[in-house]
């Protein structure tokens, strides 16, 4: 990792963007009096890393759709499949309280169906 300054970036900017645009292994930590204020990340890995912090419970995903710039969750769960990296999946109490409220829905949808098709003469 390349350490430089906040004016260093100004002056090689450039020359900074090659660096980790060429080689993934690269990053820059931009400091500014002497306190890490920013970093430089090639953009594959630093997708890559960003998506993997989501699907891992690190990054919420309102942030990771943020820090990549995309509006629709569809878009977030395409750019995983794409990186190979497996979709969150919720917590086991959570699929249980999404299953029985799915469930409540499905049986006031199909009651009435089943009562007109009780009181049809047959």
């Known amino acids: 990792m390349q350490v430089v300054t906040a004016t260093e970036v100004k002056n090689q900017l450039g020359e900074l963007f090659d660096a980790v645009e060429k080689d993934a292994g690269n990053s820059v930590l931009i400091e500014r009096n002497r306190r890490p204020?920013?970093?430089l990340l090639n953009a594959q890995l630093a997708e890559r890393a960003?998506?993997?912090?989501?699907?891992?419970g690190v990054l919420p995903r309102a942030?990771?759709?943020q820090q990549l710039g995309l509006d629709w969750y569809g878009d977030l769960?395409?750019?995983m499949n794409t990186q190979g990296i497996d979709r969150?999946?919720?917590p086991?109490?959570?699929?249980e309280v999404m299953r029985r409220s799915a469930d409540d829905?499905?049986?006031?949808?199909d009651a009435p169906k089943l009562r007109a098709s009780r009181t049809r003469p047959g």
């Open 37 to 39: 204020a920013a970093m």
């Open 50 to 56: 960003i998506l993997g912090a989501y699907a891992h």
């Open 63 to 65: 942030v990771a759709m």
């Open 77 to 79: 769960l395409q750019r």
């Open 88 to 90: 969150p999946s919720a």
């Open 92 to 95: 086991e109490a959570d699929m």
């Open 105 to 109: 829905v499905f049986a006031h949808v």
